[in-house]
């Protein structure tokens, strides 16, 4: 009779034992849980806060007239996607002047020795306009020895993440480069010597 007693005593003990294993399986899990939602939103709002950092300071590039779009994509006038180089292809304004500068990589070197062409002018009827929910749209003409074009530049609220639309005047293409706005300063461009 002991040994039925002292064994209905260690298999409750036992069961107790398992379902105490069981519930804290169970609230680890909930915990690990619970702490991973966390760090997702401390990471998202880390990423927010830095987003809006990058953005007042495009605002401020724009705002001062020294600035660069570092592109990563470029879109021709079809649509079609081309992924490139960002510190060799740019749309670039300082000390009152403009350069726009391609460069794919290939065999040609191109007129500026990259692989592609730099042009440079001289902007006019500058206009910065912002709408409701702070998206920014900046335009101005530009005028140089081979380039008299539209510029219009496209900045999200939010985010330096920017477009910026070259439109001829003389023919009607249209180039649009896509990439991060960042002050002059911050830039990391190599500007080809040979420009026109």
């Not at 987003?51 to 990563?72: F, G, H, T």
């Not at 879109?75 to 794919?104: E, H, R, W, Y």
């Not at 480069?177 to 026109?196: A, E, K, T």
Request: charged share 15%; with cysteine; aromatic share 12%.
């Amino acid at each position: 009779m002991k040994k039925i007693i002292f064994l209905l005593a260690m298999t409750t003990f036992l069961f107790s034992d398992f379902a105490m294993q069981a519930q804290t399986k169970k609230e680890l899990r909930a915990k690990r849980k619970a702490h991973r939602e966390c760090m997702r939103m401390h990471n998202r709002m880390v990423r927010e806060q830095q987003n809006m950092i990058a953005y007042q300071d495009a605002v401020k590039a724009l705002k001062s007239n020294s600035w660069v779009l570092q592109a990563n994509t470029l879109f021709n006038n079809f649509g079609a996607a081309i992924p490139v180089t960002n510190n060799l292809n740019f749309v670039a304004m300082d000390n009152n002047q403009v350069s726009l500068q391609l460069a794919f990589n290939g065999f040609n070197p191109g007129p500026n020795g990259l692989g592609g062409i730099t042009l440079t002018g001289w902007p006019s009827s500058i206009n910065e306009r912002v709408d409701k929910n702070g998206n920014i749209t900046y335009t101005f003409n530009v005028m140089g020895a081979a380039l008299f074009a539209q510029v219009t530049v496209r900045l999200g609220y939010g985010s330096n993440y920017s477009t910026v639309t070259v439109s001829s005047n003389t023919n009607g293409r249209e180039l649009t480069f896509s990439g991060n706005l960042v002050p002059y300063s911050q830039s990391n461009i190599f500007q080809s010597g040979f420009s026109f």
